[in-house]
């Protein structure tokens, strides 16, 4: 299933690869070629409306699939859309910060310095019972790095589920794409996407912290339970939903050479700039993509990162 990104579901994605495989079809054909039964109706609907199926003219209900092309850049459009409306809502932020600095009271806490923000992000997750929600993107403060990812893969095995968006430019920073692949090694759900919006931390949908710079200082704004934070995971869970999956398998034929490579692809990354960062040879990057893209049967590199993902095959 490749159109989890742009919230179509499994059982959409099933129909709609049924109606594209044949000229014209009904509702009864749909539930018996998908196994949908009843639901046949109201997944046709659903495709209908995001505008993958079209009902045909006449009296007897029969459905068309839309050119995938087409169909699924206008569900990009939308999706890239809501990122961007649920963007303009954290603009709040900005507001709340100001309003602190002049003393106003502001239902948020900043908390200056390097140490001071280093120490709380640590005991925000240490306050975490269920879930942890990250944006991680550079510049990174290197003395808070090790202990954070110490931190994480204890309170992972101690049954805390962190999920974390990376923006692609954070693999390319020294040991980075190292260090994500040991978390993932060890519990952590990652993905990739080009243009994560903000640093962010959420534990149990219930605190927040939002870490910025101003004129060289570290500051981070505390976020309680409020209208702002739920606009925060919401911008969280449309980001999580388009970006590339980061999984950590090594399958035969696979090796951790091959794995790095496939995460640098799933982020977007050239072969030039692969091979820049990997200190291979670019030859020896494009042998091992073309290789790998032959066993994946993709057309691109960023396509077959992507396959990889879904497939499990990346980390």
């Not at 120490?119 to 306050?127: G, H, I, K, M, V």
């Not at 409020?226 to 911008?235: D, I, M, R, T």
């Amino acid at each position: 299933m490749v159109l989890e990104p742009f919230g179509v579901t499994e059982a959409e994605e099933r129909a709609y690869r049924f109606v594209l495989s044949v000229a014209d079809c009904t509702v009864a054909e749909v539930a018996e070629a998908t196994g949908a039964g009843s639901a046949a109706r109201r997944l046709l609907k659903a495709l209908e409306d995001k505008g993958l199926v079209c009902r045909l003219p006449g009296a007897a209900a029969r459905y068309q699939g839309a050119a995938p092309d087409l169909a699924i850049e206008v569900l990009a459009l939308v999706r890239h859309r809501q990122i961007e409306q649920a963007k303009l809502a954290t603009a709040e932020l900005g507001d709340i910060w100001a309003a602190a600095e002049r003393g106003r009271s502001a239902p948020v806490e900043v908390v200056h310095g390097r140490e001071a923000n280093t120490q709380r992000f640590l005991q925000t997750q240490l306050a975490a019972r269920g879930e942890v929600l990250t944006f991680d993107l550079p510049p990174y403060l290197e003395e808070g790095v090790e202990p954070q990812h110490e931190l994480q893969v204890r309170r992972m095995a101690e049954g805390v589920r962190y999920r974390t968006v990376y923006d692609r430019s954070a693999l390319a920073e020294p040991g980075q794409m190292e260090r994500v692949l040991a978390l993932v090694r060890a519990g952590e759900q990652a993905r990739v996407y080009d243009g994560v919006p903000l640093k962010m931390l959420v534990t149990d949908r219930s605190a927040g912290l939002v870490p910025f710079t101003v004129s060289g200082v570290r500051r981070s704004v505390v976020l309680d339970a409020s209208p702002l934070l739920h606009a925060l995971v919401s911008l969280f869970e449309l980001v999580w939903e388009r970006a590339a999956p980061l999984r950590s398998s090594t399958p035969l034929g696979v090796d951790a050479v091959d794995e790095r490579l496939l995460g640098f692809a799933a982020a977007g990354y050239t072969d030039e700039s692969i091979a820049r960062m990997t200190g291979l040879s670019k030859r020896t990057v494009e042998r091992r993509m073309r290789r790998m893209m032959d066993r994946l049967g993709a057309r691109t590199r960023f396509q077959a990162g992507l396959q990889a993902g879904r497939s499990g095959l990346l980390g």
